[in-house]
């Protein structure tokens, strides 16, 4: 399978992500978290991407993901892909972490690189529909990090 280059767009768009029961929990120290956000800040301004390593993805089976009780509207109602992260769950979780961090105290109004913040919580964050509520990345409800 070939190797190609995505944005954080492209990878969420219509998918969302569980880092399974065999995966550690995140494990990311200060140390590591820091040299992140310097990557971050050497390619900020400029037309250069960060690159942060394969992801390795698997799709969730349908045994697997009926299972997740809380989100199979998303995969039945809104058509996204159930995906198990196999490889590169720090780097996705840093990421996601590093993206609520930055819209956590916006209004749902504010726009942030040229999008509403509530469509940037839906994209990447959680999907909702007049029900239901829906992580975009979570773990596993038996990975001792769910809680996360």
Known sequence: ???????????FNNRFFRIPDY???YALGERQVADFWSDLQRVAGTDRMHYCG?????LADENEWRRWDDDIWLV???GYEPL?????????????????????????DDVLAGQRVSELRER???KGNRVLKSCLFGYAKDNPSHEF
Do not use: C
């Open 124 to 126: 990447y964050l959680a």
């Open 1 to 11: 399978m070939p190797t190609e280059l995505h944005s954080l767009a492209k990878i």
């Open 54 to 58: 394969q992801l390795t993805l698997e």
């Open 84 to 108: 198990f992260v196999v490889d590169g769950q720090q780097r996705l979780a840093t990421a996601i972490i590093l993206l609520q961090s930055l819209l956590e105290d916006l209004k749902e």
């Open 23 to 25: 995966q550690r929990g």
């Open 76 to 78: 039945e109602d809104a």
